[in-house]
């Protein structure tokens, strides 16, 4: 099976078989003695109307073994199994690395089925999807581009998209929180096209009294309104505050997948500005983009876009490659990409018999994580995953067996790409607006945020030169509102450490 054939991290095994023991052992022992809260922390989550008993939190060195620091500055709750949103990525990501290589790609194989005469595919094109998660309109360009670079022209049948390499998913995008157009909501697909997703980018034109409305990508059959009238302010008051709501603003119609329309104003204070959506009707925006783009670089199809399967036996013209994973979990973890992390999840069962499925890739995590740390503290450390990417109700972890990993992460082989991979706080990524003035440039956390969770996890430095584990989770209905009591945790892991 897929998880036996890991890549173990580059030192003794003995070294990681204790490490884990004994970071176990040292969680096991600081959950026997109650400790207080760092007294920032207690007093940001009672501001946020949030019971300590609703707060789990562990802080111990990366490589205690190196260092002989075993036990954790703080441990508190941190046995408790936890939804930690998506810092549930982490686990994802470190999985594909050690499962998959940090220089796996996907490969989506490109077939002609038939010959090429005189700039014409007499038969069908097809393209068949694995699971890339990076298949973007400059790399469908670019695909369909190489495909011209075979001589062909026109297209005599059709263009085939083979989507068969994962299950089908049995969820829409509203099924989550209702907000099926948001794009944090699209579902996996082994053809991922551009996300699903179209970019709307409005440019005032005071002079004519409009604002243009670029569509990105161009959609086959899809009306797409090109202007709508500028209004001279959004709400009132300074230049921000002028430009307001502009999206409530505009009243846009996107009810009906061939026609997308506003029938508001667009606030010329707002200046350029960039939407992005899911598009309204997913099963359809493959075949859409694909028809759309193809008709734009001057290719010609006497057929149509639509589903299918590759021959059986079938041999490829090329094969378009993506990024090396490396590069797409810096994406997944720095801009917490939902759809990417779902995508490198069904990736991890992609080899096994009977194909890709959300299931098969539970299955996969599961038995990773128990040959990679076992069982201790009962099982319950191991973490419980929906979908891959934290977006989900159901998702738990413990802090210290999320702690754990970590630690395990930092003195193993894929330890450059992971961090790597993180946000910093205060410079990029989800962590950009970071407001902390003490840990700014010297952490590197993957957050993660619903409605009642919020968590953050990852690697603190400290002026010292000590590295630490931080893992803080929130699980309230207040939980976003005490967002700064796990700022405090870093701030105040900084501190503690280089004592």
Known sequence: MLFTCFRAAPVPRITAVLLVTLATFAASQANAHAQTLPPEVDALLARAKVPREAFAAVVLDAAPLLNGKTAPLLSWRAASPMNPASVMKLVTTYAGLELLGPAYTWKTPVYADGPIVNGVLQGNLIIQGKGDPKLVMERLWLLLRRVQGLGIKTISGDILLDHSAFAASTQNPGDFDGEALRPYNVQPDALLVNYKSVVMTFVPNPGNGTASVNFDPPLASVQMQASVPLSASGNGGGALAQCGDYRAQLKPDFADPFRMAFSGTYPVACGEKTWFIAYPDPASYGARAIAGLWQEMGGKLGGRVRDGVAPAGLVPVFEMESPSLAEVIRDINKYSNNVMAQQLFLTLSLQRPGGASVDASREVVRGWWQSRFGTPNGGADMPVLDNGSGLSRQGRVTPQGLARMLQTAYVSGAMPELMASLPITGVDGTLKRSKSQVSQGWAHLKSGT???????????????????????????PNAPAARPALEALVDWAVKEGSR
């Open 450 to 476: 619903l409605r009642d969770a919020t968590a953050l996890a990852g690697y603190v430095h400290t002026p010292s030169g000590r590295r630490l584990v931080v893992v803080g989770i929130i699980n309230h």
